[in-house]
């Protein structure tokens, strides 16, 4: 059973960093890729961040330059730098896997962490 467990989140003020931590067990991660998704207040879920099994990297516009994604596949983690951090990066933040090695943007992903949440103050 895959199972994601997200931890890192908390309050931080404007130009602060964050990071996140996604711990993964059920199976081995580095033949897979990882994301990492965000949902604010009365918004769709969006794409934040994605690095696939060999290592590539994607990111959402709002992100790049400011936010950094890494994988440690030794302890099967993943890991989300968040820096400069802003009052609208606040949001519940989830760490997701699939069942493919590419994490492109449009990815489908198959499973979900439960979530952890960053709050920016201005």
């Known amino acids: 059973q895959v199972q994601l467990v997200e931890s890192g989140g908390g309050l931080v003020q404007a130009g602060g960093s964050l990071r996140l931590s996604c711990a993964a067990s059920?199976?081995?991660?580095?033949?897979?890729?990882m994301g990492w998704f965000r949902q604010a207040p009365g918004k769709e879920r969006e794409f934040v961040a994605g690095?696939?099994?060999?290592?590539?990297?994607y990111y959402a516009d709002s992100v790049k330059g400011r936010f950094t994604i890494s994988r440690d596949n030794a302890k099967n983690t993943n890991y989300l730098q968040m820096n400069s951090l802003k009052p609208e990066d606040t949001a519940v933040y989830y760490c997701a896997t699939r069942n493919g090695w590419r994490a492109s943007p449009n990815s489908a992903y198959d499973y979900w962490g439960q979530g952890t949440q960053v709050t920016v103050s201005s």
């Open positions: 059920g199976r081995t991660f580095s033949s897979y890729a």
């Open positions: 690095i696939s099994s060999t290592g590539f990297t």
